[in-house]
């Protein structure tokens, strides 16, 4: 985020906080629950979302040379990614021309060559079949017409973005706007490093998961115990940018910020920017890195997801950095053994997730589908809710959902 930006939202969550307001949706909308249990949305998100639409597969240290790799396994389409020998990512259907075996297992590392188990056809790291035993025996066939199966890819921003469909396309900047793609040039994520992450299979819809990272009403009450300690719920900036959106979640740090000189002021220290990139990835710039959660669909009950959470460290910070969500008695630690303290912090953070929000969402979803409930609220303080749902349902040519008529609710 530019320095002219990052001072503007300061100021804006201070006279949020000021004078106790927040963001304002215009008014509530309700949201079926159909939403999170229909088989037959599920399927067409899993069509139109997460085959037909380019996806973030990680960022640009997840490859940090030439010779890495990582496969993923969340989507329908297993994919390998590699670092070719020229330094140029790449994204390959993880499927061997022969008989369909993935050619790659394992969850990263470094290989020249990509053996197939089964009869060890082999690839390198541009995908081409470089060797098959046997040759003279199995038959002759062009090599040339059977390297892996090469999905449309692209690096920018730090980003690594891949299209699961062959015939598809992938191009960053036309998918974040040019507003947002500046934003993130402005953050550097391609010199971040990798600091850990963690994966966790939920008993709830996707987009439950991503609803959780959608308002701060719930910090108070939910989190009373942790982040509350740190953030102040129910006070935030939200924009929308096209399909995405970013909200800017307030840290109580901000009030001794304040008082420092303007030119020292920075948005990590005061907030905590979230951002959605649509449809299932929630981005999220730290005082000392980033963490990025993607949501996946499972494959055949709307009401299961995984959330795969990865955390990332700025270079320039770590080791010098004060994280704003440590208590103070801690803040020694982050400069004396700062890698292994910020990992504690991120797997902290992405436990409350797990244990405090993704408890609350399995919950919703067995209301939703229970039939308990017919619709949710989402109310003027959540337009992240708002956006992210009228957002799905335009993609799925559904009919948005409408502000309600509050006479029409007695
Ligand atoms: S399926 Fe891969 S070598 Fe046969
Ligand atoms: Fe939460």
Known sequence: MERTEQLSQIKVLLSRLDSGTNVDAGGVRLNPTASYTDSSIADTERDLFFHKHPQLL???CDLPEAGSFFTSNDLDTRILATRDDDGRFRAFVNACRHRGVAVEEEESGKKRRFVCPFHSWSYDSQGALVGLPKEDQFGEIDKECFGLIELPAEEKYGFLFANPDPSGTVDIDGLLGEELSKEFDAWNFGTFGR???DRYEVECNWKLAIDTFGETYHFNSLHKESLANFFQGNVQCYDTYGQHHRMILCKKAIQEMREWPEDRWEITVAGLPVYWIF??????????GLYVVRAYPDKSNPGRHTSVISFYVNGEKSGTAKSSTVPADRQALLETAPLEVLSEVAQGFAAIIRDEDYVASASQQRSAETGALDHVIF????PALHHYHNTYRAALGMDLLPLLDPTSMK
């Open 195 to 197: 600091l850990g992450g």
């Open 58 to 60: 990680g960022l640009s």
């Open 279 to 288: 449809p299932n990835n929630i981005v999220m710039p730290s005082d000392f």
């Open 379 to 382: 109310g003027r303080n959540e």
